[in-house]
């Protein structure tokens, strides 16, 4: 797969495109996405995000994770949802092709607890076979990214299953409770689904990766640094009152995306700058996949 390198990122010869997946996945996978860094080394973070699938091209490195271990990323990975921005260093030049899991792919994928994959990296082959190698060949070997994109769309159809009436219900409220409030209230998301606290919690772990209360400090988080990112706001704009004050606000935006509200607007990376692109795709994408 190649990219052609524009005018405006050929300089750091760093590109990043996104193909909208068809609309019969896209309640399970958000954009799937061509990564290029034609450098010898790529070091940066990216924000606390869904689960994603990540076929290595080209480059070998490393992920970072909160609690200090390194991982080394497989050829064919599956990286766990991430609960706070997570670090990467890749000896280059590096191209990945990857996707967004939403927690309805997760499920469909039958890929586990979600809890029990978070803030962790494994190999796709390990866990689900080596027809995943297949389609890390297949990738390489097509030059064409719409190609690739349709390659793979067909593959991933084939690895997914059943997914119950229940879980179908409790991810469409979950995920309209995250995107609807700008500071989400767990019982509000009790009053939707009719469970009980403990019920949402066990359900939010396994299939998001963390408990709710959590969910909702994330998602208000990476809402505020879009808003950030695109307007000159103060704080108290972006946040409103649900925060306690100023520190609160900044801390919570360091935590989530690595970057305090001033790095974000005036020093963020060129990956930073282009993953934020992913709120503007044009077509449909689940709504909470254009906020992480």
């Given at each position: 797969?190649?990219?052609?390198?524009?005018?405006?990122?050929?300089?750091?010869?760093v590109?990043?495109?996104?193909?909208?997946?068809?609309?019969?996945?896209?309640?399970?996978?958000?954009?799937?996405?061509?990564?290029?860094?034609d450098?010898?080394?790529?070091?940066?973070?990216?924000?606390?995000?869904?689960?994603?699938?990540?076929?290595?091209?080209?480059?070998?490195?490393?992920?970072?994770?909160?609690?200090?271990?390194?991982?080394?990323?497989?050829?064919?990975?599956?990286?766990?949802?991430?609960?706070?921005?997570?670090?990467?260093?890749?000896?280059?030049?590096?191209?990945?092709?990857?996707?967004?899991?939403?927690?309805?792919?997760?499920?469909?994928?039958?890929?586990?607890?979600?809890?029990g994959?978070?803030?962790?990296?494994?190999?796709?082959?390990?866990?689900?076979?080596?027809?995943?190698?297949?389609?890390?060949?297949?990738?390489?070997?097509?030059?064409?990214?719409?190609?690739?994109?349709?390659?793979?769309?067909?593959?991933?159809?084939?690895?997914?299953?059943?997914?119950s009436?229940g879980?179908r219900?409790?991810?469409?409220?979950?995920?309209?409770?995250?995107?609807?409030?700008?500071?989400?209230?767990?019982?509000?998301?009790?009053?939707?689904?009719?469970?009980?606290?403990?019920?949402?919690?066990?359900w939010?772990?396994?299939?998001?990766?963390?408990?709710?209360?959590?969910?909702?400090?994330?998602?208000?988080?990476?809402?505020?640094?879009?808003?950030?990112?695109?307007?000159?706001l103060?704080?108290?704009?972006?946040?409103?009152?649900?925060?306690?004050?100023?520190?609160?606000?900044?801390?919570?935006?360091?935590?989530?995306?690595?970057?305090?509200p001033?790095?974000?607007?005036?020093?963020?990376?060129?990956?930073?700058?282009?993953?934020?692109?992913?709120?503007?795709?044009?077509?449909?994408?689940?709504?909470?996949?254009r906020?992480?």
């Open positions: 797969m190649r990219h052609r390198f524009s005018v405006a990122d050929a300089a750091n010869m590109a990043l495109s996104y193909f909208v997946p068809p609309a019969d996945l896209a309640s399970h996978f958000g954009a799937m996405y061509l990564f290029t860094a450098q010898p080394r790529v070091a940066d973070h990216t924000r606390a995000d869904f689960a994603q699938i990540r076929f290595m091209l080209a480059g070998t490195g490393n992920y970072l994770f909160s609690d200090g271990r390194t991982v080394e990323t497989p050829e064919c990975c599956l990286l766990g949802p991430t609960s706070m921005a997570t670090h990467f260093d890749v000896m280059g030049p590096m191209q990945v092709v990857g996707v967004t899991v939403l927690p309805l792919g997760w499920a469909a994928l039958r890929a586990g607890d979600a809890d994959a978070a803030d962790d990296a494994s190999d796709l082959t390990v866990r689900f076979g080596p027809v995943w190698r297949d389609m890390l060949l297949v990738l390489r070997s097509i030059e064409d990214p719409n190609k690739a994109a349709e390659a793979f769309w067909t593959f991933i159809r084939g690895q997914l299953h059943p997914v009436s879980e219900r409790f991810i469409e409220e979950t995920d309209r409770w995250l995107a609807a409030e700008q500071s989400p209230r767990v019982d509000a998301l009790q009053d939707a689904t009719g469970l009980s606290a403990r019920q949402i919690a066990r939010c772990n396994r299939l998001y990766g963390a408990p709710p209360k959590y969910l909702a400090r994330k998602y208000r988080a990476l809402r505020c640094a879009q808003a950030l990112a695109r307007e000159e103060d704080w108290s704009e972006v946040g409103g009152d649900v925060f306690y004050d100023q520190s609160h606000f900044i801390r919570e935006i360091k935590h989530f995306t690595g970057l305090t001033t790095e974000l607007r005036e020093r963020a990376s060129i990956v930073i700058r282009l993953s934020m692109n992913r709120a503007d795709i044009k077509g449909e994408i689940a709504r909470l996949s906020i992480s």
